[in-house]
């Protein structure tokens, strides 16, 4: 894995933080090799990071320039995974670019480190896919199906890193501790 890919939705908060935290920490790990880029769903060419995200990562040591990139084909197929911020993101991507939807997941569900979780994931997207198939169909989805899917929601853990946007700097600040947590462990995945 030598190209990640962050989304978010405009690609001016989250996904740039992410982004350029994460280029800080791969040179303090000399892991230079990998490539780091950010995008966004909803996000225009060339745009600046928000103000806050920049006094974010200039206080995490990052004084490079981002600017926002929209979600496209091209940079979807040069990242070899694409780590998004929220499973809205995630099911976006997947709906565009269904292609490469066995390497996008949300960038805390990358980086889940109990295996039991894994496993409800895994077990969650094979019933809705099942269930979107029926439903295709025509198909009557049991109670006993609808009430699996909730019980796993139930289990599972929240994978979403809440958006800033509007907010005050300790809001990025919180979120830039968020995202630096699960990129913590990221690296420890990068180093096996």
């Not at 979107?132 to 049991?142: I, N």
């Not at 599972?156 to 946007?165: E, K, S, T, W």
Request: hydrophobic share 40%; net charge negative; charged share 30%.
């Amino acid at each position: 894995m030598n190209r990640i890919l962050f989304v978010c939705t405009g690609n001016t908060c989250r996904s740039p933080m992410a982004e350029g935290i994460l280029r800080r920490m791969l040179e303090e790990h000399d892991l230079r090799h990998i490539e780091v880029r950010s995008a966004g769903v909803a996000a225009f060419d060339g745009s600046p990071v928000s103000n806050h995200a920049a006094s974010v990562l200039k206080e995490k040591g990052f004084d490079d320039s981002i600017t926002s990139n929209a979600l496209t084909k091209p940079l979807m197929e040069w990242a070899d995974v694409i780590l998004t911020m929220t499973s809205g993101h995630k099911q976006h991507a997947i709906g565009k670019y269904p292609e490469h939807m066995d390497k996008i997941f949300t960038l805390k569900e990358f980086v889940e480190d109990d295996p039991g979780a894994a496993e409800r994931i895994a077990e969650m997207e094979r019933l809705i896919a099942d269930l979107q198939v029926k439903r295709a169909l025509s198909q009557q989805v049991t109670d006993e199906e609808r009430a699996r899917i909730l019980t796993l929601e139930r289990k599972l853990p929240d994978y979403d890193i809440a958006d800033p946007f509007g907010g005050p700097l300790s809001l990025y600040r919180e979120c830039a501790a968020e995202i630096e947590g699960a990129l913590v462990k990221l690296i420890a995945k990068l180093k096996n």
